[in-house]
């Protein structure tokens, strides 16, 4: 896709790769003990910010306090060790070498291969100890987004800050078809293409402002929420689907839409966007949980197509006829039930 708008405003960053990066080769503080995991038969009880799945279908689950959790279909197993301490874990991600990543806003990094962990700051190169975000490109580099953008691809650790032409605030961050790196930023949506940042404005030069979550759906098309509402583009028109803005976006396997987000100052939901009717002028919306008092965040569709979704309490899964609280009686009373089938 050209990310080329005749009529929209791009605000374009240079970032020289040559003097605009700091490449540093980390020095790593490996945290060489064992995790003893703490198996139990429900989910966490603090914010759950991320959502994420393994290479075995396992889910992977960031709460901030209360750790990083696996859940394979029959118990909970929290992976982060009382040595590391309290922490404000954000996000989680495995990589294609069976590494988990763990991503905190007041620790930097950690990674765990299964037996020791090892422990990214800014001491070991990291752009900032503020991380709220992890992605593995096609090429195998770890990126990592929040108070700067780091990338480490293995051996070293290069730096992209807002001195360098960054936007601030990476909160998520995806690789597109084209090879273009997305990140969602306080400042709007953004894009490198390996030697520019560009970040986009709306066709009246209207900058975009808190965008949390950015996808590129099979089309192609680019979804990324702000303070306005959730809005497409297709590389060349912006088109604003829905007044409500949401924290996170993904597309099902149907091509659904779905979004977690406030829909007024009091309410947070669930939605589903109808594939159906996406490109309608007002797309059909299905409010699949909604309420106050309760933040909806991390968005999933697990394998078995199951929509799993983080909240200021903890971790939900909806099966597409019921929602499971895995911290309630009754989410608990399923796991047992499971575990009883398969004894």
Known sequence: MKYIHLY??????????????????PHIDN???????????????????NVKQDRKGNILIAASWGGVFRYDGKAFTNLTSSKIGSRRFWDVLEDHRGNIWFASTDSGVYCYNGKSLQHFTTREGLADNLVMSIYEDKAGNIWFGGGGLSRYDGKSVQNFTTKNGLPRSGRAIMEDKTG???????????FYDGRTFTVLKNKD????????????????????GDVDGLWRYDGTTFTKVSQ???????????????TTGEINPKVWALSRYDVKTLYHKVP???????????????????????????????V???DGKTITDFKSAAGQKLISDLLRKRQ
């Open 316 to 318: 939900y899964r909806y």
């Open 205 to 224: 030069g209207k900058a975009f402002k808190n965008v949390w979550s950015i996808i590129e759906d099979k089309k192609g098309s680019i979804w990324f």
């Open 180 to 190: 273009n790196l997305w990140i969602a930023t306080g400042d709007g949506p953004c």
């Open 244 to 258: 409500r803005g949401p924290y996170a976006i993904i597309e099902d396997k149907k091509g659904n839409i779905w």
């Open 284 to 314: 059909t919306v299905t409010e699949i949980k909604s309420g106050g008092g309760g933040d909806f965040l991390g968005l999933l569709e697990a394998n078995d197509g199951s929509i799993w979704f983080g909240s200021g309490g903890g």
């Open 31 to 49: 945290i060489n003990y064992e995790i003893k995991d703490t198996i139990t038969s429900y989910g966490p009880y603090t914010m759950v910010r």
């Open 8 to 25: 929209a405003l791009f605000l374009v960053l240079v970032c020289n790769t040559s003097c605009g990066q700091k490449q540093t080769v």
